[in-house]
């Protein structure tokens, strides 16, 4: 686990499932870009989906959660996770901050941790669908970007950008 001031990066737990999803669904919810409307928000995420759905999609991937360690309990302020499979390997499914966090350079802690981990397993390389609000930032951290992508999701097409990145 690694601490930074009041705030802490640490392997998904199973305890924290719900809280993922209520970050994943708020997160979606609060974009702001002229590329994704309404309806391709509540395409991509119409309510938080269930605590079995994020435990299944996590602990089948290597995945970090972003804590702010309050006296209380710890607040999931962002997540990250990396596809482990033959067929997938390396492959950046999702990287979430909480809104009112973001642009703090927490994805970026997020990101190195992943990467340092990835290098340490032999990954050769790392890809991602970027979104519009995500390319910039994966850009920065050294990817390049290979072919538009797109997911068609509840009758609503949501462009992005297929992304990779040499670790070698």
């Given amino acids: 686990m690694e601490n930074t001031a009041n705030q ?6 199973p305890q924290y499932a719900s809280n993922v999803s209520l970050l994943v669904h708020e997160c979606i919810q609060h974009i702001d870009h002229p590329r994704y409307t309404q309806a391709h928000l509540d395409a991509w995420s119409t309510t938080p989906r269930s605590v079995r759905h994020w435990c299944q999609r996590l602990l089948r991937s290597q995945s970090w959660l972003l ?3 309050a006296p209380s309990q710890p607040e ?40 340092q981990w990835a290098i340490a397993q032999g990954y050769h390389a790392l890809s991602v669908d970027a979104s519009y609000l ?3 930032f994966f850009l920065k951290q050294g990817f390049q970007q290979v072919q538009p992508s797109y997911q068609i999701t509840k009758g609503q097409v949501i462009n992005g950008f297929y992304m990779k990145k040499d670790l070698t």
């Avoid at 802490?8 to 737990?13: A, C, E, M």
């Avoid at 996770?81 to 970026?108: C, M, W």
């Fill in 67 to 69: 804590l702010n360690n």
């Fill in 134 to 136: 995500s390319k910039g």
């Fill in 76 to 115: 999931v302020i962002g997540v990250i996770n990396v596809e482990t499979d033959f067929n997938h390997r390396g492959y950046i499914d999702s990287l979430y901050i909480s809104p009112g966090k973001q642009r703090q350079g927490l994805a970026g802690k997020l990101y190195q941790t992943l990467e």
């Fill in 8 to 13: 802490s990066i640490t392997p998904f737990s």
